[in-house]
């Protein structure tokens, strides 16, 4: 069974930084995509950003330039480097895998398996 559990959420203020971190666990497919989205009150699921299993990654425009997503294949684990933090970053994120191959805007695929999510909290 797939399980993804995030951490590193937590509070900071404008133009601070934050790593959020997805493991991984159960999943056995050699193509794979990996994703995080996050989600406002009020506000649709937005799209963050995704990374293949070869190393290929996509970025929403609203955070292109200050969040960076990576893996560790060695420690099943996903990352999002967050700088230059925004109060409109403020959101549960979720992180999300699917057993093929993303291409495309990150809030346009399907995603198969999600982790509960961690909050992000950014004051002016």
């Known amino acids: 069974q797939v399980q993804l559990v995030e951490s590193g959420g937590g509070s900071v203020q404008a133009g601070g930084s934050l790593r959020l971190s997805c493991a991984f666990s159960?999943?056995?497919?050699?193509?794979?995509?990996l994703a995080w989205f996050r989600q406002a009150p009020g506000k649709e699921r937005e799209g963050v950003a995704n990374i293949n299993n070869d190393g290929g990654t996509t970025y929403a425009d609203s955070v292109k330039g200050r969040f960076t997503i990576s893996q560790d294949s060695a420690k099943n684990t996903m990352y999002l480097q967050m700088d230059s933090l925004k109060p409109e970053d403020t959101a549960m994120y979720y992180c999300?895998?699917?057993?093929?191959?993303?291409?495309?805007?990150?809030?346009?695929?399907?995603?198969?398996?999600w982790g509960q999510g961690t909050q992000v909290t950014v004051s002016s």
């Open positions: 999300a895998a699917r057993p093929f191959y993303c291409s495309g805007p990150v809030s346009l695929i399907i995603y198969n398996f």
């Open positions: 159960g999943y056995t497919f050699s193509n794979y995509c």
